[in-house]
């Protein structure tokens, strides 16, 4: 029963654990006497959409009766999956690739497993200097200040009660400043192999730096880890991470993930007044009509959207592509994401002015 229910979240239904626990508690009750009774128990309890019932009735015969798996509609088309990591984690993996490549982009998903090594912390600087160097808001909360602030009237006319009509110093205010919150995106694509482990190290430096920093992987599919990075163990965090992300080294929907990001109130919540980097490549395969959409409306949320392509490191590069034309004017930044250094100099630097990216880049080209 319990690898029933982890075969439907492998695929994406949403199963909370107090649900499994009641459809086992349902098989009891109802005997069972047959099959029908595990699987009405199944219905009531696992309670799957009207739109997937077909689905599900594909995996309940699949699992208990052990037919071969029919093919199902839309399992293999463009919406994207999503995985917060706020809830239960899947404890089965899938069987692990290795692969060498990384050169191409694909639209195909393939999903798969990485392992990260343990090696020297090098970011322990970058991680000290974040939370100063982030780019701060002013919040709607007041603190005393004894300069530079406005006439606190209240608590002036306050004092002035309490002093018998005496006219003390004049109480001041201000509204206190606080950093913003950082929003990393992790291309996990084979397109970006190379990249990903230090990224991934980046990413944890980031989490446990600054205070509000949420972190994303997208390919095929898109994954919350935030969770895991706060692991303080670097080796335990990555070990989590890794175990989180299906869709390492396969295919990119940059697109459609993006899309599905912004549609999930919440992550949308994540960018509004955000330092936003993407780690990408940007290699965005067909029509990237869904790609240019959801760069608008995350623009129109960040405070800052930045681009760190590892192509940019190439002397030669230009955003010439379509993809990257289409984006170039909503972006803030467009930077070389080929080394960490260059990297956390970068986002050490958010909170300066910087001229936007088609500005820049027009004048290069």
């Known amino acids: 029963m319990l690898g029933f229910a982890r075969l439907l979240r492998r695929y994406g239904f949403a199963i909370a654990p107090e649900q499994i626990s009641s459809f086992m508690q349902a098989v009891k009750l109802l005997g069972p006497r047959s099959m029908a009774d595990i699987r009405e128990a199944a219905l009531a309890t696992l309670a799957p959409s009207p739109d997937r019932r077909d689905e599900f009735e594909a995996h309940f015969r699949s699992y208990f009766y052990g037919d071969v798996r029919p093919s199902i509609d839309g399992e293999e088309d463009e919406e994207t999956r999503i995985k917060d990591d706020r809830g239960t984690r899947e404890a089965e993996n899938q069987t692990a690739r290795q692969e060498k490549g990384g050169e191409l982009s694909s639209a195909i998903e393939q999903l798969s497993n990485r392992d990260f090594q343990r090696d020297s912390d090098s970011l322990a600087p970058f991680r000290r200097k974040l939370a100063a160097a982030l780019p701060a808001r002013r919040s709607f909360r007041i603190m005393r200040t004894r300069s530079r602030g406005t006439l606190d009237l209240r608590r002036s006319l306050s004092e002035i009660v309490s002093a018998d009509g005496d006219i003390p110093s004049p ?28 990224y991934l190290r980046l990413a944890h430096a980031a989490v446990q730096g600054a205070g509000r920093a949420e972190i994303f992987t997208f390919g ?73 959409t959801a760069m608008r409306r995350l623009s129109a949320r960040a405070f800052r959207l930045s681009l760190a392509t590892p192509l940019a490191g190439d002397p030669r590069f230009r955003p010439a592509t379509a993809a990257l034309r289409a984006i170039l004017p909503v972006l803030d930044d467009l930077v070389d994401g080929s080394s960490i250094s260059g990297l956390t100099d970068f986002i050490l630097s958010l909170a300066r002015p910087a001229p936007a990216a088609a500005a820049i880049w027009k004048r290069v080209s």
Do not use: N
């Open 171 to 198: 109480m001041l205010r201000r509204r206190q400043a606080v950093p913003r919150k950082l929003l990393l995106l992790i291309d996990v694509s084979g397109s970006m192999k190379l990249h990903t482990a230090d």
């Open 220 to 292: 095929t599919r898109l994954t919350r880890i935030t969770s895991a990075l706060r692991i303080r163990d670097r080796g335990q965090a990555l070990a989590r991470a890794a175990a989180q992300v299906d869709d390492w080294d396969g295919g990119t929907r940059m697109g459609p993930t993006l899309l599905a990001f912004l549609s999930v109130p919440r992550f949308s919540a994540f960018a509004r007044g955000a330092a936003v980097v993407i780690l990408s490549d940007a290699l965005e395969r067909g029509d990237h009509a869904e790609l240019e």
